[in-house]
Nanobody, 114 residues
Framework: EVQLVESGGGLVQPGGSLRLSCAAS????????MSWVRQAPGKGLELVSS????????SYADSVKGRFTISRDNAKNTLYLQMNSLKPEDTAMYYC???????RSQGTQVTVSS
């Protein structure tokens, strides 16, 4: 059974940073492309970033390009999202997923507010 557990969210001031982590289990993490998606209050899901199995291919939404960095450690079965220069509009529930899949995990809340 695929299990994904996100952590690292919290309340941060505008301009601050957070690092999200996603611990994966129940499947062969190292062979799957992964994504971070988010859902702001009252809005639909937004694909934030994706990374290929070997980290050779990475993509970002225009809204986060230059501020967020996705990475993975296949030895630790963990996906990361480093978020810098956070803005209030980054406030959302963040989920990690297999690329193309609908989030089914609990997610981690990121709130950017002064």
């Amino acid at each position: 059974e695929v299990q994904l557990v996100e952590s690292g969210g919290g309340l941060v001031q505008p301009g601050g940073s957070l690092r999200l982590s996603c611990a994966a289990s129940g499947f062969t993490f190292s062979i799957h492309a992964m994504s971070w998606v988010r859902q702001a209050p009252g809005k639909g899901l937004e694909l934030v970033s994706s990374i290929s199995s070997g980290s050779g291919s990475i993509s970002y939404a225009d809204s986060v390009k230059g501020r967020f960095t996705i990475s993975r450690d296949n030895a630790k079965n963990t996906l990361y999202l480093q978020m810098n220069s956070l803005k209030p509009e980054d406030t959302a529930m963040y989920y990690c997923t297999l690329r193309g899949a609908t989030p089914r995990s609990q997610g981690t809340q990121v709130t950017v507010s002064s």
